[in-house]
Nanobody
């Protein structure tokens, strides 16, 4: 059974950094696209970043481009989201996700992990 477990959230001051991790179990994930979404209080869940199965293709939302970096380590079935220069507007619950392709991830997520809270203070 496929399972995603996200971790690494916390409280950080504006301008600081955090790294989120998402560990996956299940044989499908080595060929899947992984990504991160976030949902701020009172807002809809939004796409943040994605990385394809080989790690050779990444995709970012405009709001995080240049500040966030997504990476994956297939050997330990884990995807990471390095978040630099954090802003108060980055405060949200962050969810890892997986789908067969980046296009599918952006439209219909097949697997969700549980959320991890990121709070950025001003």
């Amino acid at each position: 059974q496929e399972l995603l477990v996200g971790s690494g959230g916390g409280l950080v001051q504006a301008g600081g950094s955090l790294t989120l991790s998402c560990a996956a179990s299940g044989r499908l994930f080595s060929t899947y696209t992984w990504g991160w979404f976030r949902q701020a209080l009172g807002k809809e869940r939004e796409f943040v970043a994605a990385i394809n199965w080989s790690g050779g293709i990444t995709d970012y939302s405009d709001s995080v481009k240049g500040r966030f970096t997504i990476a994956r380590d297939i050997s330990v079935n884990t995807v990471y989201l390095r978040m630099n220069d954090l802003k108060p507007e980055d405060t949200a619950v962050y969810y890892c996700a997986a789908s067969p392709t980046i296009t599918e991830l952006r439209s219909t997520v097949q697997y969700w992990g549980q959320g991890t809270q990121v709070t950025v203070s001003s």
